[in-house]
């Protein structure tokens, strides 16, 4: 941290002299034509992240920002690429990220870059690194391909006040003790506070103490963002949740990938935007992050939040109303690994049970392999949504992309999310224009997460861009091949230097530690 301070204050003392610059060009762009940029892309169509239409131009950089954008044929710089008019673009922000998983044994970042993803948020659905400093340290000191920002996370908090003595309400000390923590995480740069309220510890607790924490956030200028308490049986009351706690706490709340993940909500989704909407016309700033497939990954326990585990009446409903055994498809299934890449009728089959039976069965023998072992992964892939609705919750105007996926992840939006968008959304369906989608991923990600001068291609905004085309670029990952690297993203940019080059990463290491900005 103390090593990352002066570098910062020096590179705003750097980006201050080169705005001069700026301003002279503005009035002439003679005016700094003798300026030597380090890196002109000469020839692209640039979609610069505002959402309004895509022009043709180039763009200079130095050093790590981006230094002019427009008609840049008498312009010198030490090296120059011919863009061949492919697409430039602001690098992705993906919102909502697990790739810290293994980040810093795999630095280079290979599925987040190649979906042309510069910044990754983590410490997402309550789970952060605890004390967020060290973290931040430890960053700094062993920088990654990619700019990384964190929020801190509520159960991480929880399970260090509370301990195992977690299924209840927490005390007023106990909420005491929290906010302590979370104000600690919060000076060190946290963007704000997560919650995973459909998670153990999380489940347990009362709005009185996600609402007290949350107000905590507020002097701090913070952002609360929520996987929900329920994403199907109780969603309107999470909605609900979520609207509360943006009105009372009067800070900026943003839903982790929305979705309506059961059958009696499909088709709802404009009644959900209409509850959004009015609520922002109520002045309550909430957003939402969204990732594009109709299937989702977690523990298979998330699906009884009763945690009624036997409750063969529950499995029913599960299999019905949630998702359906065909819909649920084991990807890490501890236990039993021989499970894994079938489906739950499947695995019924071959075991002559029912699925109800079958799925009290898994969930059973994942309790006895906690016992034993502590922390059993039991990693489901569940299809629980609608394309319909996905894309007009996508649509929503004030819905950022995101991936919700990690490197090592087996459902395939931690290789593909971000390429998926723009190849199925953008070139097939034609639910999003490029620019739109482009915007989704980039400025309006910014907004969202309240990061300045990124997700622009703009003078004197980081220069973190990717070069692509849009007519192949492509997602290729699949359930059964989720780690696969997508086609068409030809480079990618973080802070000036290239991470990304023709499918292979360059094994350099700008990455920036994101710090919230102050009010
Ligand atoms: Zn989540």
């Keep these: 941290m103390y090593r990352l301070i002066p570098a910062f204050f020096f590179a705003i003392y750097q980006r201050q ?126 920088p990654v391909a990619v700019n990384v920002g964190s929020y801190c996370g509520h159960n991480s908090l929880r399970d260090l006040v509370m301990g195992k003595d977690f299924k209840r309400t927490a005390t007023p000390d106990e909420i005491r003790k929290m906010e302590v923590m979370l104000r600690e995480d919060l000076e060190a740069g946290a963007l704000g506070l997560s919650t995973g309220l459909e998670y153990d510890p999380g489940i347990y607790s009362g709005r009185d103490e996600v609402l007290a924490l949350a107000k905590a956030l507020q002097p701090f200028n913070g952002r609360y963002v929520s996987h929900l308490r329920s994403e199907d049986r109780y969603f309107w009351d999470a909605v609900d949740e979520i609207i509360t706690i943006g009105r009372s706490a009067k800070v900026p709340v943003q839903i982790s990938h929305f979705k309506l993940a059961m059958r009696s909500l499909w088709g709802k989704a404009d009644s959900a935007l209409h509850i959004l909407d009015a609520a922002r016309r109520d002045d309550i700033n909430i957003s939402a992050d969204i990732y594009p497939y109709p299937y989702w990954s977690s523990d298979v326990r998330v699906l009884f939040p009763a945690r009624n585990f036997s409750d063969e009446k529950e499995a029913a409903f599960i299999l019905t109303e949630v998702t359906t055994a065909d819909g649920i498809i084991f990807s890490d299934y501890e236990p039993a690994p021989d499970y894994n890449g079938k489906s739950l009728s499947e695995v019924a089959r071959l075991e002559n049970l029912s699925p109800e039976k079958m799925l009290i069965k898994v969930v059973k023998e994942l309790e006895v392999c906690d016992e034993k072992k502590g922390n059993c992964s039991g990693s489901i892939v569940a299809t629980s949504m609608r394309e319909d609705d996905i894309v007009k919750l996508m649509k929503w105007g004030l819905a950022n992309i995101c991936s919700d996926g990690s490197s090592t992840g087996l459902h395939p939006r931690g290789s593909g999310a971000f390429t ?64 696969a690297i997508s086609s068409g993203i030809k480079r990618v940019w973080v802070n000036g230097v290239e991470v990304f080059n023709t499918n292979s990463t360059t094994k350099r290491y700008p990455g920036r530690v994101l710090l919230r900005s102050t009010p």
Aim: aromatic letters at 8%.
């Design 17 to 142: 002299i080169r705005n001069c610059c700026f301003l002279f060009s503005a009035l002439s762009l003679s005016a700094c034509q003798t300026t030597e940029y380090d890196l002109i892309i000469r020839q692209v169509m640039i979609y610069d992240g505002s959402g309004s239409p895509a022009f043709r131009g180039d763009v200079a950089i130095s050093d790590d920002t981006i230094a002019a954008v427009g008609d840049l044929s008498r312009a010198k710089a030490h090296s120059i690429i011919d863009g061949n008019n492919l697409a430039l673009a602001p690098g992705f922000i993906d919102t909502h990220s697990h790739h810290d998983r293994g980040l810093f044994e795999a630095p280079d970042a290979l599925a987040v870059v190649s979906q042309g993803v510069t910044t990754i948020i983590v410490g997402q659905d309550g789970s952060s690194y605890y004390p967020l400093k060290k973290f931040f340290e430890h960053l700094a000191d062993s």
């Design 420 to 483: 998926r968008i723009l190849s199925n959304y953008v070139r097939e369906t034609r639910a999003l224009s490029l620019e739109e989608a482009i915007h989704k991923m980039t400025a309006l990600s910014a907004e969202n997460l309240g990061i300045n001068e990124r997700g622009q291609i703009k003078p004197g905004f980081f220069a973190d861009m990717v070069l692509f085309d849009p007519a192949t670029v492509k997602d290729n990952a699949t359930i059964a091949n989720p780690q």
